[in-house]
């Protein structure tokens, strides 16, 4: 009777953590749009790795001038766009705020879009330890999750480039 019991027990916390782990993502997208909405930077620094998620879109961004002047046959162009480069540190910036995040998706500019857009915002699975949010409008543009321990955080913006 007593084996039982505890197989039991056992069973249950093993589904707990089962549920635990398959909701978590949901529960961060949950406090995520909650901590936009609200504008409190603290609590989105609880949801958002800001130096992971900085410097990969800086390197996105770098990345994205790069190949726009190697396809430029005016010079003139390839240095306007170089001057652009300068721009990157504070195009991250502007993204990086929850006026920035709201926005995501929208195809409306930081500030733009209104606070409440972040209930647009879904979820799908990309492996055991990573997710992805979007806005119901944009699939292509969204916030990277991964697992870290019991929790997920954000690390990366993506968005098309192009």
């Known amino acids: 009777m007593r ?13 707990a953590l089962a ?7 949901f529960l961060t997208l949950r406090g995520l749009a909650a901590a936009v ?5 603290q609590a989105l620094e609880r949801y958002v790795d800001f130096s992971r998620v900085r410097e990969a879109l800086k390197a996105d961004l770098s990345a994205s001038l790069m190949k726009e002047m190697q396809n430029e ?8 766009l170089l001057f652009t480069a300068g ?7 502007a993204l990086l705020t929850p006026e920035g995040l709201a926005s995501l998706g ?3 500019e930081p500030g733009q879009a209104s606070l409440e857009e972040v209930r647009n915002w879904r979820l799908r699975y990309l492996g055991l ?5 979007y806005h119901k409008d944009d699939p292509r543009s ?21």
């Open 106 to 108: 929208t195809g409306k």
């Open 129 to 133: 330890s990573r997710a992805f949010i």
């Open 142 to 162: 969204g916030l990277v999750l991964e697992r870290q321990g019991l929790r997920w955080r954000v690390v990366r913006l993506q968005m098309p480039l192009d």
């Open 37 to 41: 909405e609200r504008k409190e930077v």
């Open 73 to 80: 046959a005016n010079p003139f162009a390839a240095l306007g």
């Open 3 to 15: 084996h039982r019991f505890l197989v039991g027990v056992l069973a249950l916390g093993l589904l």
């Open 87 to 93: 721009m990157v540190n504070v195009l991250v910036d």
């Open 19 to 25: 549920g635990y782990g398959f909701l978590a993502p």
